[in-house]
């Protein structure tokens, strides 16, 4: 169990990501629901992290860098390409209304917005800079 310090912290760091994702306005007057998704959230934020090492490591291993280009982008650019067409979707305004109130997973743009603005390699990957959308100055991050 968590000593009291150490469970205040970790719930900052969570209500940090229910804040942010209840900040999304899905479709007009609808936001999505950060405590309802928070779970995949965390999850989606703390994976995309692992995968990152991973592919860190693996161009290592082939004496490569994120900062090698193929066909014009970066490895590092090309990560996150892949990652955003990954979560591409297309519903109804009437699906996004019922999802927003009863899905775990956030709509797939949120999904990736909500991941990329919060990981700085991604803001470095496309020269973003601190305060531009992509790269707030107050990130969330529970892991």
Wanted: proline letters at 4%; charged letters at 25%.
């Amino acid at each position: 169990m968590f000593s009291h310090p150490d469970r205040a912290a970790f719930q900052k760091r969570l209500d940090c990501e229910i804040d942010e994702y209840n900040g999304f306005e899905l479709v007009p007057g609808i936001h999505l629901n950060g405590k309802l998704s928070l779970g995949e959230n965390t999850a989606d934020n703390g994976g995309v992290r692992i995968a990152w090492q991973a592919l860190v490591a693996t161009l290592a291993e082939q004496g490569k860098s994120v900062d090698g280009k193929i066909d014009g982008y970066t490895e590092a650019q090309r990560y996150f390409i892949a990652f955003g067409q990954f979560m591409c979707e297309n519903t109804t305004e009437e699906r996004s209304r019922a999802d927003a109130k009863t899905d775990p997973h956030s709509p797939g743009r949120f999904r990736i917005d909500g991941l990329m603005r919060n990981f700085d390699e991604f803001g470095k990957a496309f020269g973003c800079h601190i305060g531009q959308p992509m790269m707030p100055e107050n990130v969330c991050r529970v892991w």
